[in-house]
């Protein structure tokens, strides 16, 4: 768990339950909102908590969040907490592209693909 990613999972967790952010929440589809039960708490978990690691599993972090999405919206439960969604995405995509890449030791050679091809003229 990284301490700079655990104040934005609870940072959504704790809007999900402000009164002022009513109407405001994540929905797909147009299922009824549902008061809050025990499983909405845990989808709340599922949407939040995985954000605390997902600098260092980001692929795990995706899935966790992915699956507390799909039980929210399933049951009803619109939550401000659906938002983790995105920024799982956007962490796993990081992570896959490899972001951010050390730079090039300053004696490296080019590589093929940036060197310049000369086409044979006739």
Avoid: K
Wanted: charged share 10%.
């Amino acid at each position: 768990m990284t301490a700079r990613d655990l104040p934005l999972a609870l940072l959504l967790a704790v809007m999900s339950f402000l009164p002022v952010l009513r109407g405001h929440e994540t929905q797909v589809g147009e299922l009824p909102p549902r008061p809050f039960d025990a499983l909405a708490i845990v989808a709340l978990a599922l949407l939040c908590l995985p954000l605390a690691v997902r600098r260092r599993w980001p692929a795990a972090c995706l899935v966790l969040v992915s699956l507390g999405f799909v039980v929210a919206q399933l049951r009803g439960y619109h939550m401000v907490a659906g938002t983790a969604l995105p920024v799982a995405l956007v962490s796993s995509g990081a992570a896959a592209s490899g972001s951010p890449r050390p730079p090039a030791p300053p004696n490296a050679p080019a590589s093929p693909a940036s060197s310049t091809t000369s086409w044979p003229t006739t």
